[in-house]
């Protein structure tokens, strides 16, 4: 049963910033609301399920590991602040969080 789902999601496993695309268009259908923490949620989720799904890393996903970094370098933050968390520090409001 296991090999038939992971087959089925297979197929679909480079989609993570379609997904994230989607998501910044129409963020309450996704989230409830506009907001970065509940986008962090989301995609803790996201990668929890797939990996109890044992689910290797996607290109994609490998490439989004290295985000926290991005940021921390982009604001010129070092701490132990999650992404979500700097980028609302530095945005004017919630909804510029998706841009």
Do not use: N
Not at 13 to 30: A, D, W
């Amino acid at each position: 049963m296991r090999e038939i789902i992971q087959e089925k999601l297979e197929v679909k496993s480079e989609h993570l910033y379609e997904m994230l695309q989607s998501i910044k268009q129409r963020p309450g259908m996704y989230l409830g609301k506009s907001s970065i923490t509940r986008l962090r949620s989301f995609l803790d989720g996201y990668t929890a399920a797939r990996q109890d799904l044992g689910l290797s890393l996607t290109e994609q996903e490998r490439q989004f590991e290295k985000f926290q970094e991005w940021i921390q370098e982009r604001f010129e933050m070092k701490s132990s602040h999650g992404w979500d968390s700097i980028i609302l520090f530095f945005s004017a409001d919630v909804k510029r969080c998706f841009e």
